[in-house]
């Protein structure tokens, strides 16, 4: 499947202030070194590189993957790598839990991603398209493992949503 076969119906919509809170930090550090180093009188050419350098990996490393849905499809995109599975075709779905919980999601054609289940909470449209492609995939027969636990993540996340609606109009 290729990038103009994909209509992409439903992005992380809050990937972009947390790729600007990453750019931001990255810039606050390039800053203080640089500002550092120059007030203790020892900038050089080859140092400012350095801190260009290690201020570009801390924009890299704090940068969110970007989660993506469409039709059928997830994608999840790092600064490296692109990951996509066809959601109508899964054979297999994990949940991790501990410092990091992610889900990790197979497809029959050999696609796997890892998705930070908060990205599927805060985002309805991303988690309303996984959905419905995990049901596809139950009605085809192809979901072997972890039905239970979309089922589970799907109670959390329609829990979380009611208390959110109770709270914003005030009746909880």
């Not at 970007?66 to 599975?85: D, K, N």
């Not at 239970?148 to 109770?166: K, S, Y």
């Amino acid at each position: 499947m290729t990038r103009m076969d994909r209509q992409v119906l439903a992005g992380d919509r809050h990937w972009r202030g947390s790729a600007r809170l990453a750019a931001t930090c990255a810039l606050v550090f390039c800053a203080l070194s640089l500002l550092v180093d120059w007030d203790a009188g020892t900038l050089t050419l080859l140092r400012a590189l350095l801190w260009l350098t290690l201020s570009a990996t801390v924009f890299t490393v704090l940068l969110p993957p970007q989660v993506t849905a469409g039709p059928g499809w997830l994608e999840v995109r790092t600064p490296w790598r692109s990951h996509i599975v066809r959601t109508d075709a899964l054979v297999a779905v994990r949940q991790y839990s501990g410092v990091s919980a992610h889900l990790v999601l197979r497809d029959a054609h050999g696609g796997r991603l890892d998705v930070d289940p908060r990205v599927l909470a805060a985002n309805p449209l991303i988690w309303h398209e996984l959905d419905t492609g995990v049901h596809r995939s139950v009605d085809r027969g192809t979901l072997l493992q972890g039905s239970d636990v979309l089922e589970q993540l799907g109670h959390q996340i329609d829990d979380e949503t009611a208390r959110a609606v109770l709270k914003a109009s005030g009746l909880s």
